[in-house]
């Protein structure tokens, strides 16, 4: 079982800043990524930013220069830097894992490794104009 725990959200004022936070603990064998995803009343799930193992990056076009993300894969941690915040950032934000997690095979009674996709609870971030 892989856990991902996120925290950091809460009500900011318009051009404002939060920092959020994910942790992703259990049996995770490798982490080939980290992203935070967001999602509006209303709308789909869209990409916010995600990092790769090699510590590549990619942003959505809505928040290209003002949030920064940066992760520790070793720690399994990743974190969000939101800066000029504006009230369309206004959604839930979710952290994301994947790489490879262990899981138990009943026929070998043994643990493997298999595909990771982890999400966590998400986080409410509301930016009021």
């Known amino acids: 079982q892989v856990q991902v725990a996120e925290s950091g959200g809460g009500l900011v004022q318009d051009g404002g800043s939060l920092r959020l936070s994910c942790k992703a603990s259990?049996?995770?064998?490798?982490?080939?990524?980290m992203a935070w995803y967001r999602q509006a009343p209303g709308k789909q799930r869209e990409l916010v930013a995600l990092v790769n193992s090699s510590g590549g990056t990619k942003y959505g076009d809505s928040v290209k220069g003002r949030f920064t993300i940066s992760g520790d894969n070793a720690a399994k941690t990743v974190a969000l830097q939101m800066n000029s915040l504006k009230p369309e950032d206004t959604a839930v934000y979710y952290c994301?894992?994947?790489?490879?997690?262990?899981?138990?095979?009943?026929?070998?009674?043994?643990?493997?490794?298999?595909?990771?996709?982890?999400w966590g609870q998400g986080t409410l971030v509301t930016v009021s104009s």
């Open positions: 994301n894992v994947a790489g490879s997690g262990f899981y138990y095979d009943d026929q070998r009674a043994a643990f493997k490794p298999g595909p990771l996709d982890a």
């Open positions: 259990g049996r995770i064998y490798s982490i080939d990524m």
